[in-house]
Protein backbone atom coordinates (compact mmCIF):
# COMPACT_ATOMS: atom_id res chain seq x y z
CA UNK A 1 0.00 0.00 0.00
CA UNK A 2 2.97 2.45 0.81
CA UNK A 3 4.43 1.67 -2.61
CA UNK A 4 1.38 1.84 -4.36
CA UNK A 5 0.83 5.38 -3.24
CA UNK A 6 4.01 7.13 -3.29
CA UNK A 7 3.40 8.18 -7.55
CA UNK A 8 -0.20 9.95 -6.10
CA UNK A 9 1.64 11.18 -3.20
CA UNK A 10 4.25 12.76 -5.82
CA UNK A 11 0.85 14.51 -7.50
CA UNK A 12 -0.58 15.29 -4.22
CA UNK A 13 2.50 17.61 -3.87
CA UNK A 14 2.59 18.84 -6.82
CA UNK A 15 -1.27 20.02 -6.19
CA UNK A 16 -0.18 21.71 -3.18
CA UNK A 17 2.64 23.46 -4.97
CA UNK A 18 5.61 21.93 -3.57
CA UNK A 19 8.67 21.87 -5.48
CA UNK A 20 8.81 18.39 -7.15
CA UNK A 21 10.87 16.72 -10.30
CA UNK A 22 8.82 14.40 -12.16
CA UNK A 23 6.33 12.03 -12.19
CA UNK A 24 6.99 8.58 -10.61
CA UNK A 25 5.51 5.54 -12.28
CA UNK A 26 5.01 2.03 -10.59
CA UNK A 27 5.72 -0.60 -12.66
CA UNK A 28 4.08 -4.19 -11.04
CA UNK A 29 5.95 -4.27 -7.66
CA UNK A 30 9.22 -1.83 -8.99
CA UNK A 31 8.46 2.19 -8.45
CA UNK A 32 10.65 3.73 -10.67
CA UNK A 33 11.54 7.22 -9.35
CA UNK A 34 13.46 9.69 -12.09
CA UNK A 35 16.62 11.21 -10.72
CA UNK A 36 17.35 15.23 -9.90
CA UNK A 37 20.93 14.72 -9.06
CA UNK A 38 22.04 14.79 -12.57
CA UNK A 39 21.18 15.96 -16.25
CA UNK A 40 22.73 15.58 -19.53
CA UNK A 41 23.75 18.66 -21.63
CA UNK A 42 24.72 18.00 -25.41
CA UNK A 43 25.08 14.49 -24.86
CA UNK A 44 27.51 14.63 -21.65
CA UNK A 45 26.00 13.47 -17.96
CA UNK A 46 26.42 16.83 -15.54
CA UNK A 47 26.27 15.58 -11.56
CA UNK A 48 24.58 17.74 -8.87
CA UNK A 49 26.29 17.87 -5.54
CA UNK A 50 24.13 16.94 -2.68
CA UNK A 51 24.26 16.77 0.61
CA UNK A 52 21.44 15.19 2.83
CA UNK A 53 20.07 17.09 5.97
CA UNK A 54 22.15 14.53 8.45
CA UNK A 55 25.07 15.75 7.07
CA UNK A 56 24.29 19.62 6.47
CA UNK A 57 23.40 19.51 10.34
CA UNK A 58 26.96 17.69 11.26
CA UNK A 59 24.29 14.29 12.75
CA UNK A 60 25.60 11.82 10.29
CA UNK A 61 24.85 8.97 12.89
CA UNK A 62 22.18 6.41 12.26
CA UNK A 63 19.29 7.00 15.00
CA UNK A 64 20.45 10.73 15.27
CA UNK A 65 18.24 13.66 14.16
CA UNK A 66 18.51 17.11 14.32
CA UNK A 67 15.40 19.10 15.47
CA UNK A 68 13.52 20.93 12.55
CA UNK A 69 15.13 24.17 14.50
CA UNK A 70 19.12 23.10 13.94
CA UNK A 71 17.63 22.67 9.74
CA UNK A 72 15.77 25.88 9.32
CA UNK A 73 19.19 27.52 11.08
CA UNK A 74 20.96 25.65 8.70
CA UNK A 75 19.20 26.37 5.65
CA UNK A 76 19.12 30.12 6.74
CA UNK A 77 23.21 29.86 6.68
CA UNK A 78 23.70 27.94 3.38
CA UNK A 79 21.06 28.12 1.13
CA UNK A 80 20.84 31.21 -1.53
CA UNK A 81 17.21 31.82 -1.06
CA UNK A 82 16.84 31.39 3.07
CA UNK A 83 13.23 32.80 2.73
CA UNK A 84 12.32 30.90 -0.22
CA UNK A 85 13.86 27.76 1.00
CA UNK A 86 12.59 27.64 4.80
CA UNK A 87 9.53 28.09 3.67
CA UNK A 88 9.59 25.09 1.34
CA UNK A 89 10.53 23.53 4.18
CA UNK A 90 7.89 24.48 6.37
CA UNK A 91 5.36 23.65 3.70
CA UNK A 92 7.06 19.83 3.62
CA UNK A 93 5.92 19.15 7.09
CA UNK A 94 2.18 20.31 7.23
CA UNK A 95 2.47 17.87 4.25
CA UNK A 96 4.15 14.86 6.42
CA UNK A 97 1.64 15.47 9.13
CA UNK A 98 -1.46 16.21 6.87
CA UNK A 99 -0.78 12.78 4.73
CA UNK A 100 1.08 10.53 7.17
CA UNK A 101 4.15 10.52 6.29
CA UNK A 102 6.36 10.21 9.98
CA UNK A 103 9.25 8.91 8.21
CA UNK A 104 10.94 12.32 8.25
CA UNK A 105 14.24 11.57 9.37
CA UNK A 106 17.44 13.73 8.26
CA UNK A 107 18.34 11.52 5.12
CA UNK A 108 14.54 11.66 3.52
CA UNK A 109 15.68 15.62 2.50
CA UNK A 110 18.56 16.86 1.20
CA UNK A 111 19.97 20.22 -0.52
CA UNK A 112 21.82 20.68 -4.26
CA UNK A 113 23.96 22.99 -5.69
CA UNK A 114 23.86 23.64 -9.39
CA UNK A 115 26.54 24.71 -11.49
CA UNK A 116 25.48 28.27 -10.83
CA UNK A 117 26.44 27.67 -7.24
CA UNK A 118 22.61 28.26 -6.69
CA UNK A 119 22.22 26.28 -3.54
CA UNK A 120 18.48 25.18 -2.57
CA UNK A 121 16.78 22.26 -1.53
CA UNK A 122 16.15 19.37 -3.98
CA UNK A 123 12.61 18.10 -5.21
CA UNK A 124 10.53 16.38 -2.92
CA UNK A 125 11.58 12.47 -2.31
CA UNK A 126 10.23 9.95 -0.14
CA UNK A 127 7.32 11.13 0.42
CA UNK A 128 4.59 7.94 1.25
CA UNK A 129 2.02 6.81 3.85
CA UNK A 130 4.57 5.72 6.37
CA UNK A 131 1.86 5.45 9.15
CA UNK A 132 0.89 1.98 7.25
CA UNK A 133 4.81 0.72 7.97
CA UNK A 134 4.65 -2.69 9.88
CA UNK A 135 7.35 -0.92 12.60
CA UNK A 136 4.84 1.82 13.79
CA UNK A 137 7.09 4.16 12.90
CA UNK A 138 7.09 7.69 14.68
CA UNK A 139 7.85 11.10 13.41
CA UNK A 140 11.42 11.53 13.19
CA UNK A 141 12.50 15.27 13.48
CA UNK A 142 10.41 17.43 15.67
CA UNK A 143 10.16 21.01 16.61
CA UNK A 144 12.18 21.45 19.57
CA UNK A 145 9.20 22.41 22.84
CA UNK A 146 6.02 22.07 20.16
CA UNK A 147 5.67 18.97 18.64
CA UNK A 148 3.75 16.41 19.93
CA UNK A 149 2.60 14.99 16.46
CA UNK A 150 1.20 17.98 15.01
CA UNK A 151 2.81 21.39 16.29
CA UNK A 152 1.15 24.57 16.74
CA UNK A 153 2.14 26.20 13.46
CA UNK A 154 1.77 29.86 14.98
CA UNK A 155 4.15 29.11 17.16
CA UNK A 156 6.70 27.19 14.72
CA UNK A 157 6.74 30.73 12.87
CA UNK A 158 7.33 32.75 15.74
CA UNK A 159 10.69 30.19 16.46
CA UNK A 160 11.57 30.34 13.02
CA UNK A 161 11.38 33.86 12.25
CA UNK A 162 13.25 34.87 15.32
CA UNK A 163 15.91 32.33 15.01
CA UNK A 164 16.63 32.62 11.27
CA UNK A 165 15.70 36.64 11.09
CA UNK A 166 13.06 36.51 8.84
CA UNK A 167 9.92 38.69 8.33
CA UNK A 168 6.87 36.06 9.17
CA UNK A 169 3.93 37.66 6.82
CA UNK A 170 4.98 35.95 3.57
CA UNK A 171 5.82 32.49 5.22
CA UNK A 172 2.70 32.82 6.95
CA UNK A 173 1.16 33.58 3.40
CA UNK A 174 2.81 31.35 1.74
CA UNK A 175 1.60 28.25 4.13
CA UNK A 176 -1.75 28.98 4.01
CA UNK A 177 -1.70 29.07 0.48
CA UNK A 178 -1.99 25.18 1.00
CA UNK A 179 -5.14 25.28 2.29
CA UNK A 180 -7.45 25.03 -0.87
CA UNK A 181 -5.11 21.90 -2.12
CA UNK A 182 -5.87 20.14 1.57
CA UNK A 183 -9.37 20.32 1.16
CA UNK A 184 -9.56 19.61 -1.92
CA UNK A 185 -7.80 16.27 -2.05
CA UNK A 186 -9.95 15.43 1.26
CA UNK A 187 -12.70 15.89 -0.72
CA UNK A 188 -11.95 14.26 -3.89
CA UNK A 189 -8.76 11.89 -2.65
CA UNK A 190 -9.28 9.15 -5.03
CA UNK A 191 -9.31 11.71 -8.38
CA UNK A 192 -5.56 11.56 -6.70
CA UNK A 193 -5.29 7.96 -6.73
CA UNK A 194 -5.71 7.74 -2.57
CA UNK A 195 -7.03 4.63 -1.75
CA UNK A 196 -10.42 4.70 0.26
CA UNK A 197 -8.99 3.48 3.68
CA UNK A 198 -6.28 5.19 3.69
CA UNK A 199 -8.26 8.57 2.77
CA UNK A 200 -10.61 7.16 5.21
CA UNK A 201 -7.68 7.55 7.70
CA UNK A 202 -6.21 10.58 6.82
CA UNK A 203 -8.83 12.66 6.08
CA UNK A 204 -9.25 14.08 9.89
CA UNK A 205 -5.69 15.19 10.22
CA UNK A 206 -5.53 16.63 6.29
CA UNK A 207 -8.58 19.07 7.66
CA UNK A 208 -7.13 19.63 10.44
CA UNK A 209 -4.22 20.84 8.82
CA UNK A 210 -6.24 22.92 6.80
CA UNK A 211 -7.95 24.28 9.65
CA UNK A 212 -5.06 25.46 11.55
CA UNK A 213 -3.98 27.06 7.95
CA UNK A 214 -6.71 28.69 8.00
CA UNK A 215 -6.71 30.68 11.55
CA UNK A 216 -2.59 31.16 11.03
CA UNK A 217 -1.83 34.48 11.52
Known amino acids: AI ?4 APYMRIAE ?8 PLELRGEALFIPRFDRRVVAGRVQRLAQESLATLTGRAGFGVVPSHDEVCRKLAKTCSDPAGEILEYLRRDVANIAFGNRDNH ?6 QRDFAGRIALTPLFDFAP ?3 HPDAIARRI ?3 GNDGGAPDLARVLDQVCATC ?4 EPLAAGISAMTPGLREIAANG ?3 G ?3 DVLGFLAPAILAQAGALESLR
Do not use: K, Q, S
Open 3 to 6: LRHE
Open 15 to 22: RLGLRVHA
Open 106 to 111: ARNTAV
Open 130 to 132: MYL
Open 142 to 144: RWE
Open 165 to 168: RLPR
Open 190 to 192: PAF
Open 194 to 196: IEP
